[in-house]
């Protein structure tokens, strides 16, 4: 129920109204036993620490109190990158979190459309978690199980709540599950023999690591950039995914195609750590690191997600595309079923995207969480 007693939005701008921005969700998810916390340090990095994100993008928190009491949460991004590619003055929003009160989400939405019409934005998207590069989009189905890593999880009103605030949905984001122990269907399994002698796939070599995370980069940014919203990684942002890579993948968990020597296509799968992370509520310190590593390196994880894959934009459309994209799954397939993977998350993939639809389908993929991005004008 609505309360009648004033919201009052303040900025995260100090210590400790970062930690109540940080611990808000604590509260909101209680009772909710699929919810994983995010860590608390790496969230306060993402936000107003070394975040490469930041250098090309302004980003203010905000706060909602009532009485006192915090209510609520929002951020807002305006990104300086994303208009040299689509000059569209859109801003975002982004780790919405609120009770179940109309007055809460339209002050902070509110908040932070005041702020981007500030940076002369003249439309409101969302939920970004920075960016579309990292978590994006609100969870409106699949609530009955928790979130894979670097994937959002949501209170079921919340989609009510933004309708309310007069945001419409634009793009619905699917994410997939499938058993990495999949029966190829014979037509893939003709069409990869038929480009053997064309086609090479590899693991990424640590030994090479810097030209490797380098052909992942290109690839990604050439095979996403007719994509919705799409905002290329800067080298900084990349070096950044490539740390964590290196610090949490066997190198079998990154394929490269490469077509008569050339990368043309590739994936990565990610141990999905909130197997872990769920047991230590948020915090990394004191020893909530040292249960990460094991956790990882030792017992690791029964299930993962693949967050990053591209094909070259030249051959999507071509005989070469469908069979690129099976060759880095099925490659890559084969390193997690060696560790005892049970299941695999494939996000997010865009619901008009046939073509990537029909190939997880083939292979098994069901769709079990679906995500919405908002759009408002200002």
């Known amino acids: 129920m609505a309360s009648h007693a004033a919201v009052e939005i303040v900025a995260a701008d100090s210590a400790a109204r970062r930690r109540v921005f940080l611990q808000l969700p604590h509260r909101l998810y209680a009772q909710d036993p699929q919810w994983v916390a995010p860590l608390e340090f790496e969230l306060r990095q993402r936000l107003w620490g070394g975040n490469p994100y930041l250098q090309h993008a302004s980003v ?12 609520g949460r929002i951020s807002a991004q305006f990104d300086r990158l994303q208009q040299q590619y689509h000059d569209d003055m859109a801003g975002s929003f982004g780790l919405f979190e609120a009770e179940d009160d109309p007055r809460v989400a339209e002050a902070l939405l509110e908040a932070a459309a005041a702020w981007l019409r500030g940076h002369g934005a003249r439309c409101l998207r969302g ?16 609530f009955d199980t928790p979130p894979s890593i670097m994937m959002g999880h949501g209170r079921p009103y919340y989609d009510a709540l933004l309708a309310g605030c007069g945001l419409r949905g634009v793009r619905d984001l699917l994410a997939y599950r499938v058993a990495p122990d999949f029966a190829a269907p ?16 590899r693991p990424l070599s640590r030994a090479h690591k810097a030209r490797d995370l380098g052909i992942l980069r290109e690839v990604f940014n ?8 799409f905002v290329p990684f800067t080298v900084e942002e990349f070096d950044e995914v490539g740390r964590l890579m290196m610090l949490l993948l ?36 004191p020893f909530g690191w ?33 069979g ?13 079923c060696a560790r005892g993977v049970r299941a695999v998350e494939l996000s997010w993939i865009l619901e008009d995207n046939a073509g990537m639809r029909g190939i997880i389908e083939a292979i ?6 679906r995500y919405r991005l908002y759009e408002k004008a200002l």
Request: charged share 20%.
């Open 60 to 71: 203010q928190a905000w706060v909602a109190l009532r009485e006192g009491r915090p209510v």
């Open 127 to 142: 939920p970004l978690n920075l960016s579309l590069n990292e978590e994006c989009g609100l969870l409106v189905a699949g």
């Open 186 to 201: 014979r037509v893939m399994q003709r069409l990869a023999g038929s480009l053997a002698g064309q086609v090479r796939v």
């Open 222 to 229: 050439d095979a996403w950039s007719q994509n919705y919203g």
């Open 250 to 285: 066997p190198e079998d968990y990154v394929q490269i195609a490469e077509v008569d020597g050339e990368p043309a296509a590739f994936i990565v799968a990610m141990p999905n750590i909130h197997e872990i992370t769920a047991k230590l509520h948020g915090r990394l310190l």
């Open 290 to 322: 040292l249960r990460l590593l094991w956790g990882v390196k030792v017992r690791h994880p029964k299930s993962a997600r693949v967050p990053l894959m591209g094909v070259r934009r030249r051959y999507q459309h071509s005989r070469l595309g469908p």
């Open 324 to 336: 690129l994209a099976f060759m880095v799954i099925d490659a890559v397939r084969k390193g997690l």
């Open 364 to 369: 098994g993929g069901t769709v079990y969480k």
